[in-house]
């Protein structure tokens, strides 16, 4: 029960993407009093780059809370404790006074996506929250963005005494302790049981950011040091000395906010971003698949797991759309921004009513500054005349990049079916359209991996348009809840401060005193039986289109490396020198195999290759597997050089394993590389089975930047070859061990050539070995475990109903038996 003399109130923080927010919460009831919002600006120097100045959120922090009380006319004195929660991973640099250096790397910041694959490529057991392993895994994350700072900004890392978050940035201010939060460290630092990632940081020789870390972590509740210092309390307008409560990430701190604590609840949070967090049970806290994050482990008092889900940009399309309208600035979105954090603050007095904060319908950015009422209540209307599907109209909301389930930082907002008879409601409904598919397919992606939710509770700027709310549940085809306090992060926030201050035994007593609900809303059956043609045409657009937007990639900026002029190709060159990070050259990876799976373009349409090869691409194929023939080693005759050139002008970022099924293979191997051929296999039968024509061919190979490997037909003995790469262990990168004889696709499988395979493996953990023939999603569980990391696939993928699920079926069979292959030094 509540403490019988506690003080009335306390302070619930939101430190949002748009603005900070303040909340006063009646700590008895937990409904709220009043809130006060002050915007702040964010730049997006480069494409995909998203910044802000730290100090504009301390600042905007100290206006909302003193406007909230003043309006609200509460003393400082009945203020019992408070909470902050902030955006996240929204990483910044601080000297040893605890001031930025350096602009922060906002949380839907894309730069970092090139260190994303040097983190993946370590393979450390980390990264099972990475869609259990597998990845990819998110440039939103704190390790790739520090990780950039360091690679992309040396000098400013070595300056940096301490590299936070901004919630360890505000909980500085407030208290002068530097402590991290057990939340964000668990879903979004890779941490394993409150303990730091030694060995994942070690393989990226980034160890030395444990010392710029936080040496403390603190569960969200647990108070903070002493409470406000007395510097921070007059910046507030606060007593000194008021608690402090840890928070968290906002989204998961509104799960408290909306009481999703129960196992099967799963929590739609949205705003600028969605995010769709699910509690699992303690049977299932070590829940992992593709397509997800999670499951994290303790990431909030009393929950033993949250699976996780999320959409970049959702409210921030909309508000995108409103200011593309709107605005008189030449297209410059930020220009209307208060930086100061002055006199666009709102506030909103409910004298202990029912209702929340500042009602918005900016279509999800509860954090934003105050919306134009007129033109969203006109546009809403207009787009409630607009038919289900928009008459063809299909938006991609992946304009700051897609979170799940594809994890693809590079990918990038589309609109497909635009006519003349579409106007401005069309594209707003499309909009919301859009947001809601991406929601639908990350509860399918969910459902995939065995987690189904029994209760979706919604909160945020969603729930204050009812136009929204609804496509939402008839999309999904889910009945959605709602409460009687939609800013949950705040709320959240405030049930953690009631905890700390002694208010309530633990949190979820505070749970069940201060959050209320207020209904449901319900699918339309005929509605949600017509959104089915828009949908499946959502889902195949990012398929289709997924090639095309790469040039949008976010450049490197300035970078203050004497080697680096700032561009990606610079960055490239640098980077493929890292331990784990994919190069033509030919060395290994240090740490760990790869699953690598590489489409056969034999089986492919021969006339329509360029066709087939966009689709293997969007498709997620590893490599392209293209076989030249010359008909006279084997009885078939193929492609050249000249068609892998074409190859390679139509996907650049493809890498191209060309097999050479020819007499004379060392003919072909300069053109090859003039054409743009990543790797060349040549028979060991074509060099006689002569150990110094292999060699020197293979060096051939590797000087013109190709990597070289060999292949061996299924009679052949592999004796020779173990003996070469014994004696010169980088002489090949690759072995290909075929499992039918060359020349024809479509023969089936001979499992006589495993016994080899074995042997190789055995002798040579770290070498890539590859399989070629009659591989299916049958047969690749024999592969994978004699020891096979690289398979070839024709039919098996090109001739299935759903050629994604195939390719991903085989990756997911060889990743199953790579990790006694893994523990390398």
Same mark, same amino acid.
């Given at each position: 029960s509540v403490r019988a003399m506690a003080p009335k109130y306390v302070l619930g923080v939101d430190g949002g993407t748009g603005g900070i927010r303040a909340g006063l919460f009646d700590v008895k009831t937990g409904v709220p009093v009043g809130f006060a919002n002050t915007p702040y600006k964010t730049t997006h120097p480069e494409p995909g780059y998203a910044e802000q100045n730290p100090r504009d959120w301390w600042l905007c922090l100290g206006k909302s809370t003193r406007r909230v009380l003043a309006e609200t006319g509460v003393k400082p004195e009945s203020v019992v404790g408070m909470c902050c929660d902030t955006t996240c991973c929204t990483v910044v640099?601080?000297?040893?006074?605890?001031?930025?250096?350096?602009?922060?790397?906002?949380?839907?910041?894309? =730069?970092?996506?090139?260190?994303?694959?040097?983190?993946?490529?370590?393979?450390?057991?980390?990264?099972?929250? #990475?869609?259990?392993?597998?990845?990819?895994?998110?440039?939103?994350?704190m390790i790739p963005k520090a990780l950039w700072v360091k690679q992309r900004?040396?000098?400013?890392?070595?300056?940096?005494?301490?590299?936070?978050?901004?919630?360890? %940035?505000?909980?500085?201010?407030?208290?002068?302790k530097y402590m991290a939060s057990g939340n964000?460290?668990?879903?979004?630092?890779? %941490? *394993?049981?409150?303990?730091?990632?030694?060995?994942?940081?070690?393989?990226?020789?980034?160890?030395?950011?444990?010392?710029?870390?936080?040496?403390?972590?603190?569960?969200?509740?647990?108070?903070?040091?002493?409470?406000?210092?007395?510097?921070?309390a007059t910046h507030l307008g606060l007593a000194k000395g008021t608690p402090v409560a840890q928070g968290g990430a906002d989204a998961f701190i509104a799960m408290l906010g909306l009481g999703v604590v129960s196992p099967g609840q799963l929590a739609l949070i949205t705003g600028s971003s969605h995010l769709h967090l699910g509690v699992v049970s303690h049977e299932n806290k070590e829940m992992v698949g593709p397509g997800v994050f999670g499951a994290y482990r303790n990431a909030?008092?009393?929950?033993?797991?949250?699976?996780?889900?999320?959409?970049?940009?959702?409210?921030?399309?909309?508000?995108?759309?409103?200011?593309?309208?709107?605005?008189?600035?030449?297209?410059?979105?930020?220009?209307?921004?208060?930086?100061?954090?002055?006199?666009?603050?709102?506030?909103?007095n409910t004298n202990g009513g029912d209702t929340t904060a500042t009602t918005t319908t900016n279509g999800g950015d509860t954090s934003a500054d105050a919306p134009d009422d007129d033109f969203y209540a006109k546009i809403t209307e207009q787009a409630k005349q607009v038919p289900i599907g928009c008459e063809g109209l299909i938006v991609?909301?992946? %304009?700051?990049?897609?979170?799940?389930?594809?994890?693809?930082?590079?990918?990038?907002?589309?609109l497909v079916g635009l006519t003349l008879k579409h106007g401005r409601a069309h594209l707003f409904r499309a909009i919301l359209e859009g947001v809601s598919f991406g929601t639908r397919l990350i509860f399918e992606t969910m459902a995939g991996v065995g987690y189904t939710p029994t209760e979706v509770v919604v909160a945020g700027g969603t729930t204050q348009s009812e136009l929204w709310l609804q496509i939402h549940a008839d999309v999904a085809g889910i009945p959605f809840r709602k409460t009687k306090c939609h800013d949950a992060p705040a709320l959240g926030c405030a049930v953690l401060a009631a905890v700390a201050a002694g208010c309530y035994p633990d949190v979820p007593a505070a749970v069940k005193a201060m959050v209320h609900f207020s209904g449901v809303v319900t699918p339309n059956e005929e509605a949600h039986a017509a959104y089915a043609s828009a949908y499946a045409?959502?889902?195949?657009?990012?398929?289709?289109?997924?090639?095309?937007?790469?040039?949008?990639?976010? =450049?490197?900026?300035? #970078?203050? *490396?004497?080697?680096?002029?700032?561009?990606?190709?610079?960055?490239?060159?640098?980077?493929?020198?890292?331990?784990?990070?994919?190069? =033509?050259?030919?060395?290994?990876?240090?740490?760990?195999?790869?699953?690598?799976?590489?489409?056969?373009?034999?089986?492919?349409?021969q006339g329509n290759l360029s066709s087939e090869v966009a689709r293997m691409v969007c498709f997620g194929a590893d490599w392209l597997h293209v076989?030249?023939?010359?008909?006279?080693?084997?009885?078939?005759?193929?492609?050249?050089? &000249?068609?892998?050139?074409?190859?390679?002008?139509?996907?650049?970022?493809?890498?191209?394993?060309?097999?050479?099924?020819?007499?004379?293979?060392?003919?072909?191997?300069?053109?090859?590389?003039?054409?743009?051929?990543?790797?060349?296999?040549?028979?060991?039968?074509?060099?006689?089975c002569d150990i110094r024509k292999a060699e020197q061919l293979a060096l051939k190979i590797q000087a013109l930047g190709m990597r070289a490997a060999i292949a061996v037909k299924p009679s052949t003995p592999i004796d020779a070859i173990v003996f070469m790469l014994k004696t010169s262990p980088t002489v090949f990168d690759m072995v290909l061990c075929l499992s039918v004889e060359p020349g024809f696709g479509g023969q089936p499988f001979m499992p006589a050539v495993l016994p080899k395979v074995k042997a190789l493996r055995e002798a040579f953990p770290r070498l890539n070995i590859q399989m070629d023939g009659g591989v299916n999603l049958k047969t690749v569980e024999m592969c994978a475990a004699a020891g096979v990391n690289v398979v070839v696939a024709g039919s098996a993928v090109f001739?299935? &109903?759903?050629?994604?699920?195939?390719?991903?079926?085989?990756?997911?069979?060889?990743?199953?038996?790579?990790?006694?292959?893994s523990d390398y030094e």
């Open positions: 640099a601080l000297d040893e006074k605890g001031d930025a250096i350096m602009p922060s790397i906002l949380w839907m910041d894309m =730069r970092a996506a090139e260190q994303t694959e040097q983190v993946l490529a370590t393979s450390d057991p980390a990264l099972r929250v #990475c869609c259990g392993g597998a990845g990819p895994v998110s440039a939103e994350w900004k040396p000098l400013l890392w070595e300056s940096a005494a301490m590299i936070c978050e901004y919630q360890d %940035f505000l909980n500085l201010k407030l208290t002068g964000n460290v668990a879903v979004r630092w890779h %941490f *394993v049981d409150g303990e730091p990632p030694v060995s994942l940081l070690e393989k990226l020789e980034l160890s030395d950011l444990v010392d710029k870390w936080p040496k403390r972590v603190v569960a969200p509740g647990d108070t903070i040091g002493d409470g406000l210092t007395a510097k921070a909030l008092p009393g929950v033993s797991g949250i699976l996780e889900g999320g959409q970049t940009s959702t409210g921030s399309v909309v508000r995108w759309y409103k200011e593309l309208l709107t605005n008189t600035n030449g297209g410059d979105t930020t220009a209307n921004t208060n930086t100061d954090g002055g006199d666009t603050t709102t506030t909103t991609q909301e992946h %304009f700051q990049g897609n979170r799940t389930p594809h994890v693809d930082a590079l990918s990038r907002g589309v045409a959502y889902k195949a657009t990012y398929h289709a289109t997924k090639h095309i937007g790469r040039g949008q990639a976010p =450049r490197g900026g300035d #970078c203050d *490396v004497a080697t680096a002029k700032g561009d990606v190709a610079t960055a490239k060159r640098k980077t493929n020198d890292s331990p784990g990070v994919p190069s =033509r050259k030919p060395t290994r990876n240090k740490n760990r195999l790869t699953a690598i799976v590489a489409p056969s373009l034999l089986a492919a349409d076989d030249i023939m010359d008909g006279h080693f084997v009885p078939n005759l193929t492609i050249g050089p &000249s068609v892998v050139a074409r190859l390679k002008s139509l996907a650049s970022d493809a890498f191209l394993d060309c097999h050479l099924s020819c007499s004379d293979p060392g003919s072909l191997v300069k053109s090859l590389a003039e054409a743009g051929a990543d790797s060349v296999t040549f028979h060991w039968e074509a060099v006689d001739g299935a &109903s759903d050629p994604e699920q195939a390719i991903a079926g085989l990756r997911h069979a060889l990743q199953a038996e790579l990790p006694g292959y």
